[in-house]
């Protein structure tokens, strides 16, 4: 029986994740109070924006001026999606130092998503791996829809087993395992994490849930249970693929510090300061985000007695 870690990474994701699935572009300057604002916290790891077509996602085709422009804190790894060679190539260009490629567990979806089959993604990453390698960069593989895919359904375990091999073969650093659309349940956890922890180790495995039907926080406590010590969470709940239909927002990080520190798990991160950081947001894209814990501390807020 493996025992809860003391101590977890978190990554933050919402400038990228949740920042994609926004309906309104967001203004460079606003993206970077945001980051500004998330450097503040003291995140291990945040995910800034992705070197992808601005054709598939408009809402991150400033990527090559948000990059340079945001104040690196040591301690924090600043990564980027990068799709193909010619996205690595930008970010490059932009001075990234981490990257992460990212391919799927269903082929419908990967066709959606990238416009390849999973063995085309694989093929792709390969040269772009190879050169972020040479470069001394931390790469990260994503694999989405690893617990249901919003055109296929059901996705076996043997497919994201057979997927992060190849990942792995490819020499990427870490794993993040996605629940793309948030169906995921505790027992899927509980059936997929060992599998992949032999695989990798579970020192090089991350976990990212949605929580579009509110098991994100059941899905982490499993997956704590098992021994994972790395999970992606997005401020404020923002989240989710525009090429995934029906997928809500990621997991809060609020929801997830506020559970993990609860626990007596240390993250290192400021939780007061990442409300900051969702409230501005909140401010840009003019709607309430669904993190609990920023519901809670905004309305705790209104009736504090002066
Ligand atoms: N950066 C900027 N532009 C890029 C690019 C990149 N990384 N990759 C391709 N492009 C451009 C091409 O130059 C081409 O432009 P043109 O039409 O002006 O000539 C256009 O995008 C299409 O390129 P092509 O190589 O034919 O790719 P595609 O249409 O098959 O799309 C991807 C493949 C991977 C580039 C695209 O699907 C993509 O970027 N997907 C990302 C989706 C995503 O981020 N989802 C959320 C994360 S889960
Ligand atoms: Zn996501």
Do not use: W
């Not at 300057?29 to 916290?41: M, P, Q």
């Not at 995910?47 to 400033?62: G, H, R, W, Y």
């Not at 506020?258 to 900051?276: E, S």
Request: with cysteine.
């Amino acid at each position: 029986m493996t025992t809860i870690p003391r101590q977890v990474r978190v990554v933050e994701v919402g400038p990228r994740d949740g920042l994609q699935n926004e309906k309104t572009i967001i203004p460079t300057a606003a993206k970077l109070r945001f980051i500004e604002l998330l450097n503040t916290a003291g995140f291990p790891e945040i995910e800034v924006t992705s070197f992808v077509s601005p054709k598939a996602i408009p809402q991150l085709a400033d990527a090559a001026e948000v990059f340079p422009a945001v104040a690196q804190q040591p301690g924090t790894r600043y990564s980027v999606l990068v799709p193909n060679e010619r996205g690595m190539a930008r970010a490059v260009a932009a001075g990234v130092a981490a990257i992460a490629v990212f391919t799927a567990a269903s082929e419908s979806f990967t066709r959606a998503n990238i416009n390849m089959t999973i063995a085309e993604s694989i093929a792709a990453f390969r040269p772009v791996v190879a050169t972020a390698r040479a470069a001394g960069m931390h790469v990260r593989g994503y694999i989405s829809t690893a617990f249901g895919c919003p055109y296929e359904g059901a996705v076996a375990p043997a497919q994201v087993v057979r997927v992060a091999a190849e990942l792995l073969a490819l020499g990427v650093d870490e794993l993040s395992i996605g629940d793309t659309i948030g169906v995921a349940t505790p027992n899927q956890v509980t059936d997929l994490v060992p599998l992949l922890a032999e695989q990798a180790g579970l020192d090089r495995l991350a976990l990212h849930f949605h929580d579009t039907r509110g098991t994100a926080l059941a899905n982490v406590l499993a997956a704590l249970h098992l021994g994972v010590s790395t999970f992606d969470s997005a401020a404020g709940g923002v989240g989710g693929c525009p090429y995934a239909p029906g997928a809500a927002g990621n997991l809060a990080t609020e929801d997830l510090l506020y559970m993990l520190h609860g626990m007596g798990i240390q993250t290192g991160i400021d939780l007061a300061a990442v409300v900051r950081a969702s409230s501005y947001l909140a401010t840009i894209v003019q709607r309430p985000l669904t993190s609990k814990y920023l519901q809670a501390a905004i309305s705790a807020r209104q009736t504090d007695i002066p």
